[in-house]
C-alpha cells in the first residue's frame, strides 16, 4: 500500500522543479496541471513505485509532451507572447547568475539536451535516474549534459552584442 | 570514476551558478490531488462491478434465450403410435351368451334383452338307430 502522506510530501517539496521541467514544452498553467494530474496519478498507485521523483519526471514528461501535441496550434500562438516573458526562475539577488540570462541560455539549447540539465541541475537525479526515465544509456546522459554546460558557458562568456548604426 | 564526479572545475562552478536559481513556485493541491484520486479510485472499483454485473446479466439472459431459440427452430414432434395386431388394446368381442353380457343385457332392457337360445334342433330318432 502506498504511503500517501510520504509521497505527497516527496512531491510537493519538488514541486517546482518538476513544474519548471514541464514548462519546457508547457506554459506556467499547463504545466502546473500536468503536475497536479501526476500527483493524482501517483497517489492512485496500489503500490509505490520504487523511484517515486523518477517516476514522477517520467509521468510529467509523458503528460507534458501528449498535452504540447494535443494543443500544438495553441502553443504556438501563446509561444510568441510566452517568448517575451520570463516565468522559469524566481529573481532573487542572492542568484549567481541572472534569471532572465539563464532561462534565455536553457531555451537555446536542443530539447534533449535542456531537460537533462534541467532535471540535473534543478531535479537533483543522477545520470542513472535519468538516463532511466529517457531510456538512454549513462554515457549518452553524460555527453549531452556536458554539451549543453559547454554551449551554455559558451554563450555566456560570448560578449553582448550591441546593435551599431 | 563515475559520471557524477566526472566534470570539469569550471563546469562545476557553472553547475553551482545555475543551482543559485530557484524555480518559480508552482500552484499544486494536494488536497485536491487525493481527492480527486480517491473519486477516481471509486469511480473505477463502482465500474468493474458494473462490468462483473453487466456479463452476468448478459449470460443469464443469453442462458434463458438459447434454449428457447432452440425450442422455436426446432419441428415440433410427432408421436406416431403403432398397434401391433395382437395387441392388448383389441378387445375380444364379447359372447352374447356369457354371464356378463346376459346380466347387463337385462340390466338394460329387462328380460326382453335376453339373447334368442339356440337350441340345437331334435334329430329324428328311429329304433334301428340303436341296433
Known sequence: ?165 | MSHEDNLNPADREFEDALRSLSPKTARIDPVAAAFCAGERSARRTTRRWQAVAAVMVLALVSSWLIPSFDRATTSPHLVVQLQSPDSAAVVPAVDAHSVLAMQEAIRDRGLSGLPRAEIPTVRAFDAEDMF
Open chain 1, 1 to 165: 500500500m502506498i504511503d500517501l502522506e510520504r509521497v505527497t510530501k516527496l512531491v510537493i517539496d519538488r514541486a517546482p522543479r518538476l513544474t519548471l521541467y514541464a514548462r519546457q514544452w508547457l506554459d506556467s498553467s499547463s504545466a502546473d496541471d500536468v503536475v497536479q494530474d501526476a500527483l493524482t496519478a501517483l497517489l492512485m498507485q496500489r503500490t509505490a513505485p520504487d523511484d517515486p521523483i523518477a517516476w514522477m519526471y517520467r509521468t510529467v514528461r509523458n503528460a507534458a509532451i501528449d498535452h504540447a501535441r494535443v494543443s500544438s496550434r495553441r502553443r504556438k500562438r501563446e509561444q510568441v507572447v510566452a517568448a517575451a516573458r520570463r516565468e522559469w526562475f524566481d529573481d532573487r539577488p542572492d542568484n549567481l547568475i541572472d534569471a532572465d540570462s539563464a532561462e534565455r541560455m536553457l531555451k537555446n539549447l536542443p530539447p534533449d539536451q535542456r531537460e537533462i540539465v534541467v532535471m540535473r541541475i534543478w531535479g537533483e537525479l543522477g545520470f542513472a535516474q535519468i538516463a532511466g526515465i529517457l531510456e538512454i544509456s549513462i554515457s549518452t546522459a553524460h555527453a549531452r549534459y556536458t554539451a549543453a554546460l559547454a554551449q551554455m558557458r559558451n554563450e555566456l562568456e560570448q560578449p553582448c552584442r550591441t546593435k551599431t548604426t
